[in-house]
């Protein structure tokens, strides 16, 4: 799972901006203005034929600063990715 979804900068992050990019979500923000330090991210290749799906979680950030639920104060009712 993404630890984007607890961090304090989701909101502005360049790199999470990225992730909802690949995984063709909308956007917590259209202008992220906050760039992570070393931010490490995991892709996950899956192919089922000829149907290939990637999945893409930040699973360490240098700038990581805690924030439960923090995506899911953004986006009420909404599912929280996993």
């Known amino acids: 799972m993404c630890i984007c979804i607890h961090c304090h900068y989701v ?5 999470y901006h990225a992730v909802e990019h690949q995984h063709q979500q909308p956007h917590l ?3 992220p203005n906050f ?3 070393e ?3 995991e892709v996950n290749i899956r192919s089922s034929g000829e149907m290939i799906e ?4 930040v699973v360490g950030c240098d700038s990581f ?3 439960k639920h ?3 104060r953004l986006r009420p009712g909404e599912l929280i990715p996993t």
């Open 11 to 15: 909101d502005r992050c360049n790199t």
């Open 54 to 57: 990637m999945e893409w979680d």
């Open 29 to 31: 923000t259209d202008t």
């Open 35 to 37: 760039e992570p330090v």
């Open 65 to 67: 600063k805690e924030e």
């Open 70 to 72: 923090k995506w899911a």
């Open 39 to 41: 931010p490490t991210i």
